[in-house]
C-alpha cells in the first residue's frame, strides 16, 4: 500500500520560509514523479512542483506562481521530497499535499495524473 506522508507545514510571516517534507512507502520510490499540490478551502487543487523520477530524467517542474521562489528535491534513498519556500506571501497559505504519479512527461503538471496522496500539511502566511 502506497503511503505518503507530509511535514514542516506552520505559520510563517510574509517573507518567510518553510522546508516541506515528503515521506513514502510502500512504493519504488525511484519509479514515481514526486509533486507537491496546494488546496484552499472553494477553490481546485492546484499543480505546485514535481521532482520527475530518475528514469524520465529527474528534471524538477514549476507552476508559474513557484518559479523563482520554491525549489524541490528529492533523496532517493530516502524516499524524500522536499519543498523549500522562500518568499512566501499571504497567497500561498493552503494545505499542500504530495503526490505520486508514473504520467508521461506531457502530463506532469495534471493534478488527475496523480494517484496516491498524503493528508497535507497547513500553511500559513501572516501579512
Known amino acids: 500500500q502506497i503511503q505518503l506522508a507530509e511535514s514542516g507545514g506552520g505559520l510563517v510571516q510574509a517573507g518567510g520560509s518553510l522546508r516541506l517534507s515528503c515521506v513514502a512507502s510502500?512504493?519504488?520510490?525511484?519509479?514515481?514523479?514526486i509533486g507537491w499540490f496546494r488546496q484552499v478551502p472553494g477553490k481546485e487543487r492546484e499543480f505546485v512542483a514535481t521532482?520527475?523520477?530518475?528514469?524520465?530524467?529527474?528534471?524538477?517542474y514549476y507552476s508559474e506562481f513557484a518559479e523563482g521562489r520554491f525549489t524541490i528535491s528529492r533523496d532517493n534513498s530516502k524516499k524524500s521530497v522536499f519543498l523549500q519556500m522562500n518568499g512566501l506571501n499571504v497567497e500561498d497559505t493552503a494545505v499542500y499535499y504530495c503526490?505520486?504519479?508514473?504520467?508521461?512527461?506531457?502530463?506532469?503538471?495534471?493534478?488527475?495524473?496523480?494517484?496516491?496522496w498524503g493528508q497535507g500539511t497547513q500553511v500559513t502566511v501572516s501579512s
Open positions: 503526490a505520486s504519479s508514473m504520467v508521461a512527461l506531457s502530463a506532469i503538471r495534471q493534478t488527475e495524473q496523480y494517484r496516491n
Open positions: 510502500g512504493l519504488n520510490f525511484r519509479n514515481y514523479h
Open positions: 521532482s520527475a523520477r530518475p528514469g524520465s530524467g529527474g528534471r524538477a
